[in-house]
């Protein structure tokens, strides 16, 4: 059953992710069912995410079929077509292999399920504020998007506009829910640095933690030990849970990349003419301007914010290994040391960067798609 959910109080992990889950049953992508304290297959869900998806793969080839082999469908230019195309076989692709990794994604929920339960209320109170703004602004505007476009646009290819719709809110879905994912990971790094900062100043200090009664009779730096040994464990565990997100999100971005960079491409492309003394709009349309400045928008917004939480999650990850070494050298324990060198070692072992198939989500690789995009269209 799900818990009582209030908009910008989440309390545990399910809450927190909450809108994001409805907007995916909602598109038959959540064959789940979701308990007090774990996610779990629902049987009836998935037979019937599996007869849903199976209709809009049909319907997927259906248009493409229409648009490839027909002359009855005119968008407008060769280019428009070559669009739309790429759109229907990325698109159907997404859906396809999000359907397929659903036995993979729900071990990623549980993997993120364990590890946020490290937080206090407090970050999911925090978290909220931006996870369920981002989900249902983000739903909302495409919506609101798609319903224009088909007033004023398409609205002799009703099955286009609509299939297109859905494409649409799939991948925005998936992105969202991977950049969740990511963001949760971020705070949780976080708290694990904040606490060895925390230790740092017992050390440099000679604060008295507090600490439970049963281990008010430890010496403060068998605590100091046990804490950090703590520490290490739930950074294996945020470890792993980031080699899973890598694995079973790499396909779906991947050719969100692709989709993303050919309809900027394209629709840069038809929008700008080369003048002598360089690059003008052509703005003849007013709704059609419109419509292609929300497009790209959104658009250029979606990488960014992908990328923005990848570096900010890698930055966080890099501040722990600095954090360490501000400790060792303020350690004089020798078990401590130790423990801090072996986590050390860890870090070093652990790859926490957020990668797809080979290729670093981060500022360097926006740099270099958009600027192939860029000679593309000179």
Not at 161 to 172: K, P, Q, R
Not at 330 to 347: D, G, R, V, W
Request: glycine residues 2%.
């Amino acid at each position: 059953m799900w818990k009582r959910w209030q908009l910008f109080h989440a309390t545990d992990f399910q809450s927190l992710m909450y809108p994001n889950f409805v907007f995916c049953y909602i598109l038959g992508l959540f064959p789940y069912r979701i308990n007090a304290s774990t996610i779990e297959t629902s049987r009836q869900r998935y037979i019937l995410s599996t007869l849903f998806i199976c209709v809009i793969c049909i319907i997927d080839l259906i248009c493409l079929h229409q648009i490839i082999n027909t002359e009855a469908i005119n968008f407008g230019g060769i280019i428009r077509t070559i669009e739309v195309t790429s759109f229907f076989i990325t698109g159907g692709f997404i859906i396809f292999i999000t359907y397929i990794l659903n036995n993979p994604r729900i071990r990623v929920l549980l993997a993120m399920l364990e590890s946020s339960s490290y937080l206090p209320p407090e970050s999911y109170q925090k978290l909220s504020r931006w996870i369920h703004v981002k989900d249902i602004f983000g739903t909302s505007f495409l919506i609101i998007m798609q319903i224009c476009t088909y007033y004023y646009k398409i609205h002799d290819y009703s099955i286009f506009s609509l299939l297109s719709t859905y494409m649409l809110l799939v991948v925005f879905s998936m992105n969202m829910q991977y950049i969740n994912c990511v963001y949760i990971l971020k705070d949780c790094f976080k708290r694990i640095n904040n606490n060895l900062m925390h230790m740092q100043r017992i050390m440099e200090n000679d604060i008295k933690p507090y600490v439970p009664s049963l281990i008010c009779h430890m010496q403060r730096s068998q605590f100091l030990l046990i804490e950090l040994r703590i520490l290490k464990k739930q950074h294996l565990t945020l470890s792993n849970t980031v080699k899973m997100l890598n694995i079973t999100f790499s396909p779906q971005l991947l050719a969100t990349l692709a989709v993303t960079f050919t309809e900027i491409t394209f629709e840069l492309y038809k929008h700008l003419i080369q003048w002598r003394d360089g690059l003008s709009f052509i703005l003849d349309d007013k709704m059609s301007d419109i419509h292609f400045l929300m497009s790209m928008g959104y658009e250029v917004l979606k990488i960014i914010l992908i990328v923005w939480t990848c570096e900010t999650n890698k930055n966080q990850v890099l501040e722990i290994s600095t954090t360490i070494h501000d400790v060792l050298n303020h350690a004089t324990n020798e078990q401590i040391k130790e423990e801090l060198y072996l986590f050390s070692l860890q870090i070093m072992h652990c790859k926490n960067t957020l990668s797809t198939k080979g290729f670093s989500m981060n500022a360097t690789l926006l740099a270099a798609v958009s600027n192939k995009s860029f000679a593309l269209i000179k």
